[in-house]
Structure formats: C-alpha cells, structure tokens
C-alpha cells in the first residue's frame, strides 16, 4: 500500500478468511498492524482477504492496535505492578567478548520486559534487545533510506535484496521461507524514510532460520551484482521480437500503477509532497512509475552500499529467546564491517515551517462516462512542528485526535458528514510515523463549487471546538478507550514485538529515546492528573489553537476529476516507449528481444537442488502431531447455546452473540451491512447516537455488529449469522452485556439523514475498494456465480452491493418509510433467543460472574421460533470483464471442486499453498510482472480460485492459470521440497493467537460442525502428503481449467485486446467510478 493511506485493521475473519481456522486452528494470518501510515510491503498478499463478505478478524474488530499518539485511556486491564525487574540481558562478559557496550537498560512494566540498548563498538549499529515472556519472538533490522527523487529505489531495493544473498545463492529465499516455515510474520516495508525488514516465528529454531536469511540478504545480496534481479523486481524493456513495441514490466513498476490508479493514494502523495516541500518527504519513495524508467543499476547499487550497511542499523529483538545468542548471530555480520557515515548521510532533514498556506489542485482519472459533478477531493494538512515535540504533548495531540475524528461521535466528523458536503472523509487525523507530526482533514465526493464550504466548515469547526471544548463524557470516553488499548495490547495477529518495534522506531530513528514510546504509564497518568486539575479544556483548546488554526503551515489540496486523465497517461508512456524504440538500431532491438527471452528462462527454471538445500529449514520431527487444543465448555441456557473458554484474559471479558441470519429474507441481504452500522450509530429513544457511542466508549473496549456467511461442507444451506462482538473488563461486564441489548432492541431506525450519510460513505467505499482492491471483487463476482454464500456475499460487499447502494440513495428521498420498515423487518426476522450462540472467554473465575448478565440478556429477548428463509440469486455464470479506469488489472478464474466428485483431503490445503508459493509465483508475479498472484482453495464451499493483483496482463495471466495442470503433472519434489510444504501448511494451521482469536475460532468450529476428530484427521492427512497427491489434484483441477469461470477487473483497452486476442472471452461490464 502507499505511504499515508490509513490502514484501519485490515483484516477480515469471517468464515473464508479464516478458512483454515474453521476446520484445523489457524485466525488471520497478516493484519498488518498498528500503522496509520502504512508503508509498501514486499509481500501484500501475505495481508490480503479473500473475499469481501467478511467479519472482523479476532483481535481487529475494535481496532485496538494503535500508534503511540493513537492510543486509547479507565476501565482499562491493568498492567501488573512490579518491583525493578532483576538484570536478565546479555552475559556481560560475552557482550564485551562480542564488541557490544550496554548503552542503557530499563524493565518496562507495560509490557513486563527487560530492554536492553546495545552498541556494537566496531561499526556504530545499535540493538535494542526486549526480554520477556512472549513465545512469538520478533527480529527486525531498519536502515534509514531517504530518497532524492521518486524513481522508487529504496522500494525496489527492498523487493530485490530478498532475492539471493551470498549465503543463499537461489533465486528468492524469501519464497523458501514463506513455503516451509513456521513463520507468524514475514515481510519488508519500505517508508518515505526507512525500510524495515521483520521476521516473526514462535519455534525458536525457525526463528533464528529466519532471522539469518535476513541478515544475509540485507548485508549481502546478489542483487547489487546481478543486472537481471533490477530488471525483475525494478522495470525493464520488454520484447518478444524486434517488430513488436516496446512496453515496460517489473514487480514495482506495476505495483506503483497499481497504487497511482487510486485516488485516495494520488491524493496522500501530493499531499505529504506538498507539506514536505524541501526534504526526503517531497519524493515518492516507492517509486513514480513515469520516472522509474530512469532508474539505473548503478544509482541501485550506490544506493545500497550506501544505506544498508550496519552503521546506519537499529537492530530490533523480542520475546523469550536468549538474549546472549541474539548478539551472537548479529555480531557474526556486523564484526566484517568497519564504521562508516552513512548514519549522518541518511539523516532526514527537518522541513521549516511556512510562513503562509498555500493551495494545491491537481487531478485524477476517472472513466468517461462519470457524472464528475460530485467528485472532487479536498484535503486540509497542517505540518504541526519543526522541532521535536515532548510526550506530554505528543499524548495529548493523541487524544485530541481522538477527540475530533476517533468515533462516530467525535465533533469534526460528526460536523463533516452531516453537512452532506461530501459522501466520506479522506484519509484524516494526527499521523507521527515520521520525522514530524502532521494532521489531516478532508473530504470525497463533493462538488466542485463546496469546495470552499468544506474549508470554511471544518476551520469553523476547530475554532468552536477551540473556543467551548469537549464534553465531560467524551473525555472520559476516549480516555477509557485509548487506556483499554493501550493496557490490552491486543495486536491480532500481528506480533506484539513487532508493534513495539515499529511504535520505538518512530523515535529511535530519528536520534531519539527508543525507550519512550514503549512506556505509558506515566504519561498517562500525568495528563489524567493534569486534565483532572486544569480541566480538559485547558488542556485540548491550545492545542487546536497553536498547532492547527494559528499554523500558518497549511496546505490544502484539492483533487479534480478528469475523464481524459487514464488516457493521457497511457499516452505519455506508449510515446516515451516509441521513441526508445526509434532510437535503437535493429541489432539493439534483436539484443532487447535476447535479453527479455534470457530474464524469462531464468525466472521459470527452477532452483537447483543443492541452492534450496542451503534454505535452513525444519524437519517434520519438530511439527507436533496433535492440533493446538483451546478448551470448550458446550451448555444451555434460556434456549440459547452457551460457549465457555476457559483461558487467562487478563480479567478482559471477550463476548459474541451469534444469531442465526437465514431468518432474513433475501430481498433484505443487501440491507443487513447498513442495518449493523445503524445499530451502532443511531439513537434510541431516551439516548441519541452521540450519547450511545460515548457510553460504549466509557464502559467496554468496543462492540461491533456484522454478519457472516459461509458454505458448510456436505450441505446444500449455508451457515449465516448475525454476530454482535463486544470486550470489557470483567468487572464491567453487566455493562458490556446491558449494551449489547440496549443496540440489538432499542435503537431507533428515525434518521433519515443519518442513513444517507451511511449509504454515501458505503458507496464510496465500494468505488474505493473497485480500483484498489479489484481482486476481492472479482473473487466475490466468481463466488456469486458459484454458491449460495457467494451470492449472499456479492449482495452484502461485492459489484452488486455498489449497484444497490446508488438505487437505495434515491430510495431513501423517494420513499424513506419503506426503507424504516425494511430495517424493521430485519431486525425483527433475526432478533431471538431461541437457537442463538454465545461464546464467552476468560478465565472461569470471571465466566461465572458473567453468567448472571448472559442471563439477563437472554431473558430480555423476544423467544420467537425462527423461521429459515429460501435464499437464492445466483448470479447467472458468464466469463466477465469488469472496465473500471485503472493501470492494472485483477483476474481471477474459478469452479467448484466438490462438482466432479472430490472429497476432501488435507493435502489439498499443502498442494494450493504450493502452488501459490511456486508456479503463480514465478509466473504471474515474477514472469508476468504482476505484483502477485496467488490461489485459495474454500474446503467449505469446494471453490478453487486463481487470482492476480495489480497485473498488467489478463489473457496471460488465465494461459498460467491453465497451466498449472501440466504443472503438477511434471513435477518432481524431492523430500526436502515437499517436507517444507508440508511444514509451511502447518505454520499456517497453528498460526499464533491471542487468546480472544483463539475463543472466536473455536465458536466458528462448533457453527460449522468441525470436530476435533476431523482437525486431527486433516492434519494426519497434511503430513503424510505425498507426491502422488500433487499427480492425483492436477486431475481434479482439470475441472478448473475446463469449466472454469473467469472475472476480471481492467481497463477497457485491456479487456478489448483480450476479447481482439479470444474473440468473446469477456463480457464487458462497465461501471461508472
């Protein structure tokens, strides 16, 4: 993803995403994690969703990962109270013996962890080094990397480095980890200044596997020596034969298209470049794809010798690892290095504040046949200080962002959206990732002539805020909240180290206390204490006053829709290959064709044996033979199925209430998203939504509402429940419970207003997620076509749902008593207790208090006998291009296996994760130049589906997809290749959990009738995968390549010269974005 786009905890349980959860023990994998600013991943699929229908994953639903400046303060699980801890770093003899200096320690009770700075004398590399308990242990190593132009180097080289190393000389170790490794993350990041490279496993053996492929490969690449690997990852000229034009492939490069198709990214760019005028943050650091063709591999090479080298390193480890061992391995790579100066060549300069705001306007494609009256952008940025700021006041602007835009109730938002000037906000609030603090507000899908009313509203708005303050109660709501967070510390599936380290960095790398951000206790307490005595206004009105409407450094930038935009781009890029062309004599031109036939050999010839041999790996020996065990007490109680999990919380309460949502008619479905969003942001009688969502905040962690659907193995009736998700300590869980009635029964559907506001934001979102996440779509689009749960999914997040969202905006003008009764309805068709679940976990203690509230809800709910609607709608099946203005495409191509009379085996699951990890791979990804292409096997429904993102081919990508029967046919796995698939599969069957993920994996076992018999079946059936499984599946995805359906979200000059190349392979669907 791009810098500035704000990562809300992507994330997605439900039942598919959660695939292998529901049958074996595996939560999402990769939420990526705490950042507002997220980065460019080496890996994005590794954070992909499957599909669009989906619930919050455990431990994202109420996003309580944070940053630092993000994090959330009462009722909030208390860390535990602890005497200075005893010195558990590093034998200090060995640490002087390795060429280490302690440079400070300190045990942070926060997190009940010894922390240890270390130096290494020889070369300057620092090594922060965390203690304690976590058996998810967490490595990373950080260089400073800013950027003088936007030809994306530092994103290249980060792509690149994975790609061979001195030590491992094969063509990506990356891939060989991600195939056989017990990994829990694994991944790279690139920022505007820095790029990161974590690695996460709680085997301890795996763990320092992975942590020395890293090391080899930042300190060591062959990259830096082999031309062929730029091209690859970088860009290149690509030609078949001297009389074909000229186009351009790599990885980045239409990665970066990708990204430059959407408007939220186009948006964030200019706005950090305009704010950031005269230093490292006025460049693209992921790359500009009409200035990446300028990149050279020298300026490549002079890039990592200058950056990646051990003085310009913070070097990061955490968890219950030996601390002497880790300076050990660290020490074996930076002891061949001398000091050197790059720390203060990669120094970020600070940018000095203006002296006057300024005006930016700039535009962005969208297709010609928009209605561009209302789709213009505007974003308000203030850059906050030029000096460092101290944590008093770094907290402080945290809660104040909080404050403003945090929840639905928050004023700044509240005001924006129900002015009806734009249909959402742009990416808003304080962002602190970098050297300094910056905070943004702004809005999509406004008219041109608003422009200057969203302006005059939200400055009007800050100056009221400024001038009479905030609420009692919504001061003590975001205190509650972010102290919730920041106390629980539940980071999903996201390591906790790896939150941590990237929460120090924001501080580390800049020269600061690496200590800082990892304590807030303190802090905390200090700023209740002041807020206590001075008053939150005292407090917050300065704030707003000197950093937003006294800050002359503001920019605003407005984005205008342009029909012609796409084209002229395209334009741009086929004149500048043209006259590459025109430049180059024949004999170049046959070298060109040469070399694009000798990188593509080389990308599809296979590894030798003897270089994947040096890929340290496990051996099925440290695989435990049983499934992770979660305990489950299965009761009743008022006709309601009752799930205890009895599991140490830290007296944090997690609580679901499953309803069953097949009572729901089918004309309904495409409702149901907007009903749960007005459950948790609409009034009651005696409370309006303000005052609800401020008691939420005040007593609980969070609740959520969503529904979730998903196929049931052997049955033609899928599972579908409507879950309300809600925490809380435990000593306030007749609140959390009191609540969940008060949304499920005395919400009232009477704001007209309101309503729409949530319908324009739906809408946007689907247009948004249409160009940045084509792959989901086209995955529902196949899925609809499919099976009953596809076609539920569709209507509830997929193509279908933007096409009821425009219609239901009319509606609601038209005809608003109808859509009140349709909500009703809904509400009424699903709300009992008769055949709900709950599923309760904590420790016993505090499930037998909860008890008594379980019952009070309960009894409180109507005992109606739900009555099971006929769903139907699939969507008729055709081969479809989805046109949308973008770079890229996102095909995908699918059939249901379980229709040639397949049963389920286990080895299914370790012969589709291979063939992600090997032939898409190498074909779709590193051959065909796609940023990724991956497959997904849904054992529930029997759908296998092939998928690629941000690809710059289409009918290619289906030739591959084909292919991948003869694939299987002809392979030959060694021993070592097939015990590293089988041991990646069981990496991501007992993927790490926290243990709220751990109750909420086992309810949705017990929904789907998966027993422990069957999970320990399954995994008898992953080890002893053999090859005669992989020859035997080639014939079952026979049907695939076949009979299989294909969708593709694309250009219309793509999907035209598909149809030019197969005459009537796709049937054009163009939507209007």
């Known amino acids: 993803m791009l810098s500035r786009a704000v990562l809300r905890r992507r994330g997605a349980g439900g039942f598919k995403a959660m695939e292998l959860a529901s049958v074996l023990n595996v939560g999402n994998r990769c939420s990526p994690g705490i950042l507002r600013r997220f980065p460019h991943h080496r890996n994005q699929l590794a954070c992909f969703s499957r ?16 940053s630092v400046s993000r994090r959330k303060l009462c009722n909030a699980p208390q860390a535990a109270v602890a005497a200075p801890a005893p010195k558990i770093g590093a034998n200090p003899d ?51 990397t800013p950027p003088k132009d936007s030809k994306g180097i530092p994103h290249i080289l980060e792509h690149s480095v994975l790609c061979g190393s001195r030590k491992y000389p094969l063509k990506e170790p990356f891939v060989e980890l991600l195939k056989g490794s017990l990994h ?3 991944n790279a990041f690139t920022y505007p200044d820095r790029t990161c490279y974590p690695v996460a496993s709680t085997n301890l053996k795996d763990f320092y596997n992975l942590v020395d492929v890293y090391l080899d490969a930042v300190f060591h690449p062959r990259c830096v020596s082999d031309p062929q690997i730029f091209q690859q990852e970088g860009w290149h000229y690509e030609v078949n034969d001297s009389s074909e034009d000229l186009t351009y492939k790599g990885v980045v490069f239409n990665e970066m298209k990708g990204v430059y198709s959407q408007p939220d990214s186009v948006l964030g760019r200019i706005c950090q470049q305009e704010l950031f005028p005269n230093n490292a943050y006025n460049v693209d650091s992921g790359g500009d794809p009409s200035v990446i063709p300028d990149l050279t591999f020298e300026e490549f090479q002079e890039f990592h010798r200058k950056f990646y080298h051990p003085s310009n390193a913070r070097i990061w480890f955490y968890g219950d690892d030996d601390p002497t061992e880790r300076l050990r391995i660290v020490n074996a790579y930076l002891s061949n290095f001398e000091a050197n100066n790059s720390a203060a060549e990669s120094e970020v300069k600070p940018q000095s504040l203006l002296s006057e705001p300024k005006k930016i306007k700039e535009k962005y494609a969208v297709g010609e046949e928009t209605d561009t009256s209302k789709k213009h952008m505007v974003s308000m940025n203030w850059l906050l200080s030029d000096k460092p700021l101290d944590l008093e006041t770094e907290l402080a602007l945290g809660f104040l962002d909080h404050l403003v835009l945090g929840t639905p109730a928050a004023p700044l938002r509240k005001t924006l959206l129900e002015s009806h000037l734009g249909e959402a906000l742009t990416s808003s609030g304080v962002e602190d990732d970098l050297l300094q603090p910056q905070f943004s507000i702004g809005m999509k899908g406004v008219a041109e002539s608003d422009i200057p009313a969203v302006e005059e509203l939200i400055v009007s708005t800050l100056q009221k805020l400024a001038d009479e303050g905030f609420t009692s109660e919504a001061v003590e709501a975001s205190m509650n909240t972010i102290e919730f967070a920041l106390r629980e510390n539940n980071t999903g599936s996201f390591p906790r180290g790896l939150s941590l380290m990237l929460r120090s960095m924001g501080k580390w790398l800049y020269g600061r206390d690496p200590f800082e951000p990892l304590r807030f206790a303190k802090p905390l307490e200090d700023l209740k204490a002041k807020i206590a005595t001075e008053g ?91 499934p992770i065990h979660v305990p489950i007490a299965i009761g009743e109680m008022h006709g309601a199925t009752m799930l205890r999990h009895d599991i140490f919380t830290n007296d944090v309460l997690y609580a679901e209430v499953a309803f069953e949502l097949r009572t729901v008619p089918s004309e309904l479905l495409p409702l149901v998203p907007l009903f749960c969003q007005s459950l948790l942001e609409m009034g009651t009688k005696d409370m309006d939504f303000v005052s609800l969502n401020l008691l939420i905040g005040r007593k609980t962690g969070g609740i959520s509402v969503y529904p979730s659907t998903s196929s049931v193995r052997g049955k033609k009736e899928p599972s579908s429940k409507m879950i309300i998700r809600g925490k809380a300590m435990a000593s306030q869980a007749q609140d959390l419970f009191s609540l969940m009635r008060t949304i499920l029964q005395d919400v009232q559907f009477t704001d007209k207003e309101r309503f729409k506001q949530f319908v324009s934001q739906s809408k946007s979102g689907m247009e948004s997620r249409l160009r940045g996440a084509g792959h989901r779509i086209v995955a529902s ?6 099976n009953i749960p596809g076609a539920v999914g569709e209507k509830m997040g997929g193509l279908s749902y933007l096409d009821y969202l425009r219609e239901l905006e009319k509606q609601v003008d038209t005809d608003w008593p109808a859509v009140q009764q349709n909500l009703e309805r809904i509400r009424t068709s699903f709300l009992s207790r008769k055949g709900a679940i709950v599923n309760l976990t904590a420790d016993e203690k505090n499930l037998t208090k909860a008890d008594s509230f379980v019952s009070s809800l309960l009894e409180a709910l109507p005992e109606t006998e739900p009555v099971v609607c006929t769903w139907n709608g699939i969507l008729q099946p055709c081969n479809e291009g989805i046109i949308v203005p973008t770079q890229v495409n996102y095909v995908g191509k699918a059939a249901n296996l379980y229709d040639t009379g397949y049963e389920l085996d286990g080895s299914a699951y370790v012969i589709s994760k291979y063939i992600g990890n090997t032939w898409l791979w190498d074909r779709v990804r590193v051959s065909g130049g796609a940023y990724g292409g991956f497959c997904d096997f849904d054992s529930h429904s ?22 991948t029967v003869q694939f299987l046919r002809e392979l ?20 790490y959990q926290l243990p709220d993920a751990k109750g909420y994996s086992s309810m949705l076992r017990y929904i789907l009738g998966i027993t422990e018999e069957e999970r320990k079946l399954r995994r008898e059936q992953i080890l002893s995968t053999s090859l005669r499984d992989f020859k035997a599946f080639a014939d079952v995805l026979e049907h695939v390549k076949e009979k299989g359906i294909v969708a593709a979200v694309a250009s219309a000059e793509d999907v035209e010269s598909a149809n030019k190349e197969r005459p009537g392979l796709l049937q054009p669907k163009k939507v209007s974005l």
Do not use: C, W
């Not at 025109?582 to 990308?603: C, G």
């Not at 689009?781 to 499919?786: E, F, K, N, P, S």
């Open 51 to 66: 599909v669009s229908r989906r619930a919050p994953s455990p431990g994202d639903a109420f996003g309580a990962s944070l």
């Open 94 to 144: 060995v640490v002087k013996e390795l060429g280490f200096e302690e440079v400070r320690e300190e045990f942070i009770s926060e997190y009940k962890s010894t922390a240890v700075l270390y130096r290494h004398k020889k070369t300057g590399a620092e090594v922060m080094s965390v203690v304690n308990e976590d058996e998810n242990k967490v490595f990373g190593i950080v260089f400073r």
């Open 184 to 186: 829990t993350f694994l």
């Open 536 to 626: 939150a206004k005292a407090v917050f009105s300065p704030l707003i006053q000197n950093f937003l409407l006294s800050n002359k450094h503001l920019v605003t930038v407005e984005l205008q829709p342009d029909a012609e935009k796409s084209a002229e781009i395209e334009a741009l890029e086929k004149e500048r290959l043209a006259k590459v062309k025109a430049s180059l004599a024949k004999q170049e031109l046959e070298e060109l064709a040469r070399a694009t036939e000798e990188l593509k050999k080389r990308q599809e010839t296979p590894d030798p044996p003897e270089a994947l041999k040096a890929v340290p790996s496990l051996s099925l020996s440290d695989i435990p033979k049983e």
């Open 781 to 786: 689009r196949l899925d609809a076509m499919l």
């Open 942 to 963: 029997g759908v296998f589906t092939y998928l690629s993102y941000r690809d710059p081919n289409l009918a290619k990508t289906i030739d591959n997809y084909d292919l």
């Open 972 to 991: 030959e796995l060694d021993d070592d290749a097939l015990t590293k698939a089988i041991i990646g599969t069981i990496g991501d069957v007992d993927s």
